[in-house]
């Protein structure tokens, strides 16, 4: 089991933008960070603005992709993605190009982490269309075939989608990764999102909190892969982390807390953090529970 990191915060960071020269290096301190405590995955997360719970709109957020270009020039191991793009944020085929991008820039290290999108403010802050759910689930379908589509070297066609119509899905030069980035999926809804994960990705991060929800989750999951003749056990499992052990120090808690996860086959658990003294707090904190999640296997 491995632990990964989500930045999900840039305020007390961009408060000391003149003493540090910008947020740069301070997001290339937590990348070594990581890199160095055995951490799995570093992400950001993909909004305009900052959520509401965080701090909305007068709080500082970085765009995700440019971050994560940034993060591929300061390390060399560890896997990148968003956590999770909203479908209604970028066209599906610069969303492709995007990630390609990002994973020629970090050695075939980038991962396509997506959702359905939910964050009415800033679509309507900023004059991006924000459809009703059904629609969206909709483009997020269609979204990731375009995706798989364009990083098919024998397909460059075209896309007839009902919401999206591509000429060519010419996709050059193709990804670094075999047979193309990861795709996970972000989100536990159990008749759309979980579908979705069984029919296209590679991977899928649940929105759930205690040991009965994921078996739960993953129980609906291997039933939908039944229904499409997908192999379950290919399917990466990962799943944040929402408790108080690892962010007091409590690495017996932890381990304790995360061993039914680990039992029920979730890979990794994501950990997130603000930007301001991450690097210190990965050093701290997530290497030696990097190294307790590694014990269980």
Known sequence: MRLGINIVGFDEAAGDLKRHGGLGPELAAVGAAAEAAGVGRLSVMDHYFQM????????????CYTTLGHLAAHTSTVQLGALVTGVTYRHPGLLAKI???????????????????????????????????????ERLEETLRICLQMWDPQ???PFEGRHYQLAETVCVPPPVSAPHPEIMIGGGGEKKTLRLVAQYADACNLTAFTNAEVAHKLEVLRRHCDDLGRDYGRIRKTAMYSGDA????????????MTGYAELGIETVIASVPLAGAARWIEERAAPAARRLAELG
């Open 155 to 157: 397909d460059d066609g």
């Open 246 to 257: 690892l962010r007091d120090g409590d690495l017996d808690g932890f381990a304790k807390a």
């Open 52 to 63: 509401e719970v965080l701090g909305g709109a007068e709080s500082a957020m970085l765009e």
């Open 99 to 137: 990630v390609t991008t990002l994973d020629h820039l970090s050695g075939g290290r980038a991962t396509l982490g997506i959702g359905a999108a939910w964050y009415e403010r800033e679509h309507l802050g900023l004059g991006v269309p924000f459809p009703p759910t059904a629609e969206r689930f």
